[in-house]
């Protein structure tokens, strides 16, 4: 996507992990400290990022009337209570309201919100901190053109985007790449675990895996070959990977996976239909 011809003023309502993951990777990139502002209860909280040249505040409204562009960085169960008492400074001028709220709809947050907004909803995932990250995006019809372009733009300076045309594609996105970092984060725990049972202290195993993960991730980027077909570059036969791969299939890591994927999606789902009211 283009640039945007001006770059907004933001406004983080909600400061916590996923707020800081973007927050830190814009920094990263060079966007102005200043054309930031950060909201939540506890100022001294924010401390840190007031030193880094945002603005911070513990009103809500304040931010939100202070910017362009808004992320609703608050967890799924405070969004309501969060964006009723914002709707006269919503309400103002033409501003662009990006949920990172895991299931809520756009009909949900224009509800609270009490008009017709214009709503991104995003699924980003925490690896923005360190430019890496990726996120699924999908725009109500009242985002314009520049809107989408500006929203594209602060979430592609922490990584990749994609954008979806069907809003309830963003449930099978948070299940890939939203709650994905994590998947990856628990199977290094069970090798570094595992290495350690083989007789390598901590240490050792927990370097060795780290820098595993990060080379396969590198290759099977950089690389033309599929997953599979790097994992059978790997496999010899009748050699040691191949016996790690038969015990993984014997005990249906396809299976397990898509059943882990499948209990995320349904959760996704399950907390539209439980807060969204
Ligand atoms: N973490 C992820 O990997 C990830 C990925 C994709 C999407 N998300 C979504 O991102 C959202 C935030 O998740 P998170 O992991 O960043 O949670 P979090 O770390 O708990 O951050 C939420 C922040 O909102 C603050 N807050 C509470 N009440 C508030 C209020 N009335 N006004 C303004 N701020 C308030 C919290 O402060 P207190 O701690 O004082 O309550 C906390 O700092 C969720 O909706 C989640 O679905 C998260």
Not at 78 to 104: C, H, N, R
Not at 180 to 197: H, N, R, T, V, W
Request: aromatic fraction near 4%.
């Amino acid at each position: 996507m283009t640039q945007p011809a001006k770059q907004p003023t933001l406004a983080f309502i909600g400061a916590g992990n996923m707020a800081r993951a973007i927050i830190g990777g814009l920094l990263k990139t060079g966007f102005p400290a200043d054309r930031i502002w950060a909201s939540e209860p506890a100022l001294d909280r924010m401390d840190d990022l007031k030193a880094q040249g945002l603005n911070t505040t513990d009103d809500n409204a304040v931010a939100v009337k202070n910017a362009d562009l808004i992320v609703l960085a608050v967890k799924p169960q405070l969004l309501k209570e969060v964006l009723l008492p914002l709707q006269s400074a919503a309400s103002t001028e033409d501003k662009l309201f990006v949920s990172v709220a895991a299931g809520i709809t756009c009909d949900s947050i224009n509800q609270w919100l009490g008009g017709q907004q214009a709503i991104v909803r995003c699924m980003p995932n925490t690896p923005a901190l360190v430019g890496m990250g990726a996120s699924g995006l999908y725009a109500n019809a009242q985002v314009s053109e520049e809107q989408k372009t500006q929203a594209d733009s602060v979430l592609s300076a922490v990584g990749i985007t994609a954008w979806v045309d069907e809003e309830s594609l963003l449930h099978a996105i948070t299940a890939v790449s939203g709650s994905g970092p994590a998947y990856y984060f628990l199977f290094m725990e069970s090798m570094i675990s595992a290495g350690i049972k083989q007789g390598l202290s901590r240490e050792v195993a927990t370097q060795l895996t780290l820098q595993t993960a990060r080379g396969a991730a590198e290759i099977a980027c950089t690389n033309d070959s599929t997953p599979a077909e790097l994992c059978r570059q790997v496999a010899s036969p009748k050699g040691t990977t191949e016996q790690a791969i038969l015990s993984f299939q014997s005990q249906q890591l396809d299976q397990v996976v898509e059943n882990a994927m499948a209990a995320c999606a349904d959760r996704s789902h399950e907390l539209a239909k439980l807060l969204g009211e």
